[in-house]
């Protein structure tokens, strides 16, 4: 059973504040700042260029990468790091569509984050061959996965509401049309069990400064089923992605296996608080996560629900359809979230009237939770959101 006090510990939160909000960024761990320091005073000070082969930066994406892999189920050597989330999810999109070449129609859904709808309709509109990106509500995938779909790309934990697809219930009737699957774990790699591989889906993506609390902008992961690897063309092909990068060929040539999917230099300082962050995850067994992660949220929703009927639940009820994460819905959420804020309980606000908690077993407490739901009712049912200085908004939420 996972140590939660000792957990806690290993994270540097400041006094006196209630962090619901590590679904969006998670704290900072405590041996990150000592394990930046020694990569840039010993590594890139005193080792300067052979940092890459004596301090082994240039094999590092992988070795994170297998690292993440353990905890959404993928097996070794299928997963790499690098990029932005953003990118990773173009990646698999243009590499799925390649697989398929016949298939006009991406299949998503309306609970996906934007940026991945966004860069899927770029790609599609770069590729010029007729492609339509096909958007459902997120009850209505399954009955619209059909014959004509190249892809089926959805993030499994929805980041406005916290609703979880049935990751293989969907994959399978993906295959059973003979189409893609891409799943992204934005919300789930560190917060509920994943089983990539059980589920066999075909790519993933996913971010590491969520729940993996690799800081802001670490570094993203995408996944790719070991049948696909040597298959696939990675239509981003970057010289850290060729089969023989020093050997400086003038032919774009892929490399064997995950290595493939590499773009260009990676960000070793970042790398390396991620590396730290990863250190608490080595003992810890995910359904311990769910376990405790299905607590907090259950408390949290029973105790805001007794406390006022001002705000109402916009996540699934039935914890099984949920990911670590509640948002309660209220008109002026922006608002109250921002005096929830004042008063020491960090959460953050989705538009248009989505208030949000992310719950991390590794640090959160049953008493945090409580004090928060019980700051949440006081500031509705008092109206404490009513000042100025909360209504006005940052350009961040
Ligand atoms: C957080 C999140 C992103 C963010 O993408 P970046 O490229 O890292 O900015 C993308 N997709 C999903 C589903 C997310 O939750």
Redesign the pocket.
């Known amino acids: 059973m996972t140590d939660f006090a000792a957990t806690r510990d290993f994270f540097d939160l400041p006094d006196g504040v209630i962090y619901l909000d590590g679904n969006s960024l998670g704290p900072l761990p405590q041996n990150a700042v000592s394990r930046a320091n020694r990569t840039m005073t010993d590594e890139w000070g005193g080792m300067l260029i052979g940092g890459w082969n004596k301090a082994r930066w240039m094999e590092m994406p992988i070795r994170l990468g297998d690292r993440i892999g353990r905890l959404v189920g993928a097996q070794p050597g299928s997963v790499v790091i690098g990029d ?3 990118i990773k ?1 173009y990646q698999a999109l243009a590499a799925a569509l390649e697989l398929r070449p016949e298939r006009k129609v991406v299949l998503s859904d309306s609970g ?2 934007p ?2 709808l966004y860069m899927a309709d770029g790609l599609l509109r770069s590729l010029g061959k007729g492609h339509e990106l096909r958007i459902v509500a997120p009850e209505e995938v399954s009955g619209a996965i059909d014959e004509t779909i190249a892809a089926v790309m959805l ?1 499994h934990v929805d ?1 406005g509401t916290g609703r979880m697809h049935d990751m293989a219930g969907i994959t399978r009737m993906t295959h059973e049309a003979g189409a893609i699957s891409i799943w ?1 774990l ?2 789930s790699a560190g917060a509920v069990p994943v089983d990539l591989a059980g589920c066999g889906v075909d790519m993933a993506t996913g ?1 590491t400064y ?1 729940y993996l609390n690799g800081g802001p902008g670490a570094p ?1 992961f995408i996944y790719v089923n070991p049948d696909l690897q040597d298959i696939v063309r990675p239509a981003l092909s970057g010289w850290l992605g060729h089969d023989a990068p020093f050997a400086f060929d003038l032919d774009y040539r892929p490399a064997p296996g995950i290595a493939r999917m590499r773009v260009g230099t990676p960000p070793v300082i970042q790398m390396a608080v991620l590396d730290a962050a990863l250190d608490v995850w080595d003992e810890i067994d995910m359904d311990d996560i769910r376990a405790r992660s299905i607590e907090l949220s259950e408390l949290f929703i029973s105790r805001v629900e007794s406390g006022t009927t001002q705000v109402s639940l916009a996540s699934p009820r039935d914890p099984a359809e949920r990911g670590s994460q509640v948002s309660f819905r209220f008109r002026e959420g922006y608002a109250a979230m921002q005096a929830l804020i004042a008063r020491g309980v960090i959460g953050d606000f989705r538009a248009p009237d989505r208030m949000r908690f992310g719950f991390c077993p590794l640090y959160n407490t049953e008493d945090e939770v409580r004090r928060a739901a019980a700051t949440l009712c006081e500031i509705v049912e008092r109206g404490e959101w009513d000042r100025p200085e909360f209504l006005k908004r940052e350009a961040v939420t």
């Open positions: 932005t989330l953003s999810v996906n984050f940026t991945d993030t980041y992204d934005a919300h971010c969520k993203a």
